[in-house]
Structures are given as structure tokens and as C-alpha cells.
């Protein structure tokens, strides 16, 4: 299996972990699973400054996994286009062809196990 | 739900994540899937420095997701300890609790239609 120069990228996989490695970003997400709301709403319980919100907000709106809408004088936030699929089948399928590693030494033990008694 | 203090972390799951966003890494990740390799054999097909490799299998080896072992000049790379169990584990969680309330605002809308006819 090739494995591609990083210089070419961006891929929307990146973005999507990246914007997941922070529990601030998680923790966001989080709360809006629960329904939409304001910057301020989420930098409330946070005791976080509005504009270190916005930075993290900024970067999940990047990777399409928030949506935001000025209304007014607030920004309301929503869960974006971009529902995690992306990540979900990569780990998955990363797990399948581990697995099918192991099932496929497990299958080689047994046989030798076979030939040797 | 409360949004936890972004200056408290290291969590796992922020060097899980971090790990897997960049697609370089994610190669290693699916190499190694197919069986132990060493850094020079990883960083072959990819015309990267043995530099720039051994830098991301740090990061892979800080995440446990990637284990190295030396062995006399050569450093024999696998998968590491961590399984991605948690990132699945995570993901699951919020997809869960997303469909909830989609299934929680259906339900809503069901009632509403039934009261309005």
C-alpha cells in the first residue's frame, strides 16, 4: 500500500480530526447535538473568553461540522453538513483490515498448531 | 452540559484524534494493519525523509497508537497498544445522542401535525 506524499493534502479527514482533538471542540459539539445556540451560550459554562470561543468554533465551522448564522448581534451555531461519516468509515475500515490481520495469523496458528501435533 | 476547561487537558482521546489528522500518519496506521514494518520500509514508498517519517511515528508512538522496539540499526514499527477503541467509542456517543434528538424533534413535529388536523 503506497503511502501518499503529505505535502498534498488538505483532506477533509484532516480537518475533521483536527477540529476533534481539542475537548473544548468536542465538548461544543456536544452541546449543540442538543440543539443550536449562541457563541455566548457556549463560552457561558465555559468561563472562556468569547474570542477564544470563536477560534474553536471557527475551526469546526472549517471542517463543515458546525454551521453558523449571524442573526441580529449573535451568531447562532448549529451542527454542520458534516456528520463525522468521513472519520467513522476510516476508523472502521481500519479496524476490519486489522482484524482480518488477525484472524488471518489466528488462522495460520491453528495450522501449524495442526501440522506439529 | 457543561463545556470543561480547555486548560486542563492532556486527554487520550486529543492525542488519538491529533494523530489521525494528518494523512501521513493515517498511511502508517493502515500500513502497519498489514503487518509490522520498519522506518526505513515505511518511509520507502513515500520519497519522505527518514526524519519527517520517524517524527510522525513519535507522534503515532505518543498516542500508543504505534510501538517501536529496536532492534540492532533497524526500528521495528507495529500497532501500539491503543486501538482507537475510544475515538469509536466517542464518535458513537455523539452520532447517538445527534439522532436522538432528530428522533426527539420528529416526534414533536408528529404531534403537532396530529394536533393541527
Redesign the interface.
Known sequence: ??????MV?H?P??????A?????R??????L???SATISE?AG????SLTGLKKHVAILEEAELVSTEKRGRARHCR?GPR??DD??D???A??R??ED?FARLDAIIERQKGASS
Open positions: 500500500m503506497a503511502i501518499v506524499n503529505h493534502q483532506f479527514l484532516d480537518l475533521t480530526f483536527s476533534l482533538s481539542d475537548p473544548t468536542r465538548a461544543i459539539l456536544e452541546r447535538g442538543q440543539g457556549l459554562p465555559t468561563g472562556m451542527l456528520r463525522l472519520a467513522t476510516w476508523i472502521e481500519y479496524r483490515s486489522w490481520r
